[in-house]
């Protein structure tokens, strides 16, 4: 069974920072390309940042490019998000995703992700 925990989200204020983390276990981690999806209140989910399975070739939506950094640790089965200068827009549900299809190098729709984990809430205040 495979599961995905993240963790790292919380309040903060606009301009602070934040590093979310997310572990996965059940299957074999450097398989999977990784990514970061969001979903504000009455909004749809939507892609944030992804990394592929190796090499860490990334992307990235356009709302957070250079300030959002996606990084993997395949030894400790972890990807991170870290983000800094947070925006009050950037208050949502945080959701880390695997994607073990081989031939989608860096996975960035909902579609192409096998598994989720449970989110963790962002909240950035002015």
């Known amino acids: 069974q495979v599961q995905l925990v993240e963790s790292g989200g919380g309040s903060v204020q606009a301009g602070d920072s934040l590093t979310l983390s997310c572990v996965v276990s059940?299957?074999?981690?450097?398989?999977?390309?990784m990514g970061w999806f969001r979903q504000a209140p009455g909004k749809e989910r939507e892609f944030v940042a992804a990394?592929?399975?190796?090499?860490?070739?990334?992307s990235y939506t356009d709302s957070v490019k250079g300030r959002f950094t996606i990084s993997r640790d395949n030894a400790k089965k972890t990807v991170y998000l870290r983000m800094n200068s947070l925006k009050p827009e950037d208050t949502a549900v945080y959701y880390c995703?695997?994607?073990?299809?081989?031939?989608?190098?860096?996975?960035?729709?909902?579609?192409?992700?096998?598994?989720w984990g449970q989110g963790t809430q962002v909240t950035v205040s002015s």
């Open positions: 059940g299957r074999t981690f450097s398989s999977a390309g």
């Open positions: 990394i592929s399975r190796s090499v860490g070739i990334t």
């Open positions: 995703g695997a994607a073990f299809t081989r031939t989608i190098v860096v996975p960035i729709t909902n579609r192409q992700y096998d598994y």
